[in-house]
């Protein structure tokens, strides 16, 4: 069998079970898709150097070994979380946060906080009034962070369409 027909034979039989270990190792489709392709292409220039009969294990092999370079490299992006994501960019623009609070006195702000239903309104006003992080927040109540999270976020929502009505 020749190299280029051998190399297509090798695709078409292996092209799902390469793809899927580069995807769940990488868990970004778009990443898995070009190292599976890295991946036969490595296997294509080194076909003469194998033998044929592991070549399953041969293509999981460098498969593999390409997931773990992508991890290692320092080319990958690293996704800041969304505490990060806010702390990195705060000397930015303006959040909206702060637009929204040089637009209105703290006693509105009191005043709109206090206007939601629990457990919304105290940490709004913990966070808005008082300055705490929603770590503080979350260890002042004794609740986990992620339901910190989640409740500030829909606080921040009800805020937001309450203003928006205001405002009219």
Known sequence: MQNHTYIEYLISTYQRLIYSICLKTTRDAFEAEDLAQETFISAYKNLDTFDKTYE???????????????????????????????????ALDPSPEELFLSKVSQNDIFKLCNNLSPPYNEISIEYFINGLSLTEISIKYNRPYKTTQTQFYRARSQLKKIYKEVDK
């Open 56 to 90: 399953k294990a041969w293509l999981c092999k460098i498969a593999t070994n390409k997931c773990l370079d992508y991890l290692k490299s320092t080319k990958r992006r690293v996704v800041a979380t969304p505490d990060e994501f806010f702390t990195q960019n705060a």
